[in-house]
């Protein structure tokens, strides 16, 4: 009975008790869940348009990060830093679009992910041998980012407290999804790029350059990762512990399908509050820790009942 | 010249299905295990032994797992550490519960236990495939992970969190496992049980089993459509691989590491036996033996020859020195051979059938 009391009562009941700190669970799950989003943005553009299972996403994302901090630190002005990180990632795709996209085209996914986590290596090893392992601050305020926080009342006596950073996060994430958007709608590349991720050899057969749209997704998902650095260096630290949460994008791609943007959004959402609230109410239960594994459960569970995600074009297979 | 099946025939079934039908890779073959099993133990230091070979071999093993499940079946994995560690920690408990029963029979038993797992974490590859899969052997690997670090009863509730392998002996008295174990001892037992399992392995590949495990790797539908029941082949690949990771897991704490944390076990381990499956060559069983050299010996070999050759940048450097030329390289020969390096095998011995001439 206690068990399922545990499970069944007690959560919802500590929800109804505490409902401001229910708002501020939620808050907190919705901003990790948007960050999540980015990176999952990260692999949903090479995918869609390369059929490439981006592993050195959450590398390029601590990659970034690090080349910008280490540029600061060497005593560049800040804005210039900023830019010749662009640069650096401008740098960074054409040259995987050169020595790997290129000779390893048409490969079965498995191979193109390895060449990938090839990558992981070279970066790990790059960036460390640069700007050295040991864990950066991110230059928030230098940047220009809010720092600080603002308490909300809220109910009866309870107050929500929302960081500055975490509120400029949740705007960049949601100005850039837009402009993506935009960007895949409304412009000539934009149209191009969907062409290719629809049919490499149709695409090609009316004049899309391949070569060029590879090296634009992997420019473009290097600026999102950069974007995404920056978010996550400012609530942690910038160390190659970043890594893993590219491991957490995975149930949140499975959960919005591999090609789909929203899906990318939404599916960030549900594992960010999930995680959150597993953890906070659930996880006592089990010991605690249980944020882990609890993302890709969810995933397990979801799969399941739909193998191709929320928003994930509907698997045919034909013999 | 010398590798020519010219004048061998072959005048009976069994001949025809022999696993070296030349004469000339029976005798390479018998070399290698003559070298393996009486020169390596004579020559070699300890740090060989120790560092290199011993490592080497339960990393093959670990690959060879591996290659079962995602070479020969087509299901991709990611939980290979997981499954590892469920055979070692079972092996230490068992050994802790039984210890006078002997510690092989326990370490072989002990991969019943990752199997019985490995089938649980199958199961959703009965509807999910492909990079789907991954997500599910990764909710294996940190679910696993965390029961290590979270459940006190598998690690008997020691303050430490982590596991050692206790002194075991045989019952003549010869210490298998344990700080005082010889290095030669340790190597023949890991060694006499590789060759074993790598034996059973190949012959559980060329009957029935391993075809149908095939026939759902290459077109699970056309498969079916064949006769070939999906759940027995995908489900008997998953517990297939995982006891031979199992096993793998166990001789990694007892005869290799002796103490262990749970982040021995981590997604990092399951990484480095992925890229030993796919450089050495997916279905390929002498390609696990490659993948598991060039991947386990490389660094090591570079940590070492790069100062030999002059370039002193420090040890952290060459250790990042390292990670950026293991990259290069794996990207280099995914596009240079794709099939990796038992493909390159293969060339290299229909070149040298020809030989000396350019072709036949």
């Known amino acids: ?319 | 010249m010398f590798y020519r099946e010219a004048g061998q025939f072959k005048s009976s079934y069994a001949t025809d299905q022999a696993i070296f039908p030349l004469l000339q890779d029976r005798i390479g073959f018998f070399t290698i295990l003559a070298i393996a099993f009486i020169a390596v133990p004579l020559l070699a230091d300890d740090f060989i032994l120790d560092a290199i070979a011993i490592p080497f071999l339960i990393l093959t093993l670990a690959t060879i797992g591996l290659n079962v499940l995602t070479g020969y079946a087509g299901q991709l994995s990611l939980g290979t550490g997981g499954f590892m560690g469920v055979g070692a920690y079972a092996c230490y408990k068992l050994t802790t519960a039984f210890p006078d029963v002997n510690i092989i029979l326990l370490i072989l038993l002990s991969g019943v236990f990752s199997a019985g797992v490995g089938l649980v974490f199958g199961l959703p590859s009965l509807r999910i495939k492909g990079l789907y899969l991954v997500v599910t052997t990764l909710a294996a690997q940190f679910f696993l992970e965390w029961c290590f670090i979270r459940i006190g009863w598998l690690y008997n509730y020691n303050v430490s969190g982590a596991i050692d392998s206790p002194e075991r002996s045989l019952a003549g008295g010869l210490v298998l496992t344990g700080p005082n174990a010889d290095s030669v001892t340790r190597y023949l037992v890991v060694l006499a049980i590789v060759a074993v399992m790598t034996l059973l392995v190949k012959n559980l590949i060329r009957g029935r089993i391993g075809r149908s495990w095939m026939m759902i790797r290459d077109m699970d539908i056309a498969a079916e459509l064949m006769g070939v029941r999906p759940l027995v082949a995908k489900l008997s690949a998953f517990a297939v691989s995982s006891y031979i990771c199992g096993v793998a897991g166990a001789m990694f704490v007892f005869f290799y590491l002796g103490s262990v944390e749970p982040s021995a076990f981590s997604i990092t381990l399951s990484f480095q036996i992925l890229f030993m499956v796919i450089i050495g060559g997916l279905g390929s069983l002498i390609g696990c033996y490659f993948g598991a050299a060039f991947i386990w010996i490389l660094p090591i070999f570079l940590r070492n020859a790069l100062p030999a050759i002059g370039i002193d940048i420090g040890a952290e450097n060459i250790v990042h020195l390292t990670s950026m030329i293991v990259g290069v390289l794996i990207i280099l020969f995914l596009i240079l051979e794709p099939h990796g390096l038992a493909r390159l095998w293969q060339l290299g011995k229909e070149k040298l059938r020809v030989w000396p001439f350019p072709y036949a």
Do not use: C
């Open chain 1, 1 to 319: 009975m206690d068990l399922l009391n545990g499970i069944f009562i007690a959560p919802f009941v500590q929800m109804a008790d505490a409902p401001d700190f229910l708002v501020q669970v939620l808050w907190e799950g919705f901003v990790s869940g948007i960050l999540y989003a980015l990176i999952a943005l990260g692999f949903v553009l090479i995918f869609k348009a390369s059929g490439v299972f981006n592993f050195a996403q959450g590398i390029m994302v601590v990659f970034a990060a690090l080349t910008l901090v280490g540029l600061y630190q060497k005593g560049v002005p800040v804005i210039l830093a900023l830019i010749l990180t662009m640069a650096v990632m401008g740098i960074l795709a054409l040259a995987v679009e050169r020595f790997i996209m290129r000779p390893l085209v048409n490969q079965p996914h498995v191979i193109l992910l390895m060449a990938t986590i090839g990558l992981t290596y070279f970066l790990v090893g790059l960036g460390e041998f640069v700007f050295g392992g040991e864990p950066k601050q991110m230059i928030t305020t230098e940047l220009g980012l809010p720092t600080g926080s603002t308490e909300i009342p809220f109910g009866a006596q309870g107050v929500v407290i929302l960081q500055h950073i975490d509120i400029a996060a949740a705007v960049i994430a949601i100005a850039m999804v837009t402009a993506l958007a935009l960007f895949f709608n409304r412009t000539r590349i934009g149209r191009a790029l969907r062409a290719v991720a629809d049919d490499h050899q149709a695409a090609l057969s009316v004049g899309i350059s391949l070569h060029q749209i590879w090296a634009i997704v992997w420019f473009a998902s290097g600026l999102v990762a950069l974007a995404t650095g920056i978010m996550w260096g400012a609530r942690s630290d910038v160390s190659f512990a970043l890594e893993i949460i590219a491991l957490r994008a995975l149930p949140v791609l499975i959960l919005g399908g591999f090609t789909s943007v929203p899906g990318a959004i939404v599916g960030g959402l549900i594992v960010g509050i999930g995680e959150k609230i597993g953890e906070i109410y659930w996880g006592p239960l089990l010991g605690g820790g249980i944020e882990s594994w609890l993302a890709y459960m969810i995933a397990l569970v979801f799969l399941l009942f739909r193998p191709q995600g929320l928003f994930g074009e509907r698997i045919i297979e034909r013999v």
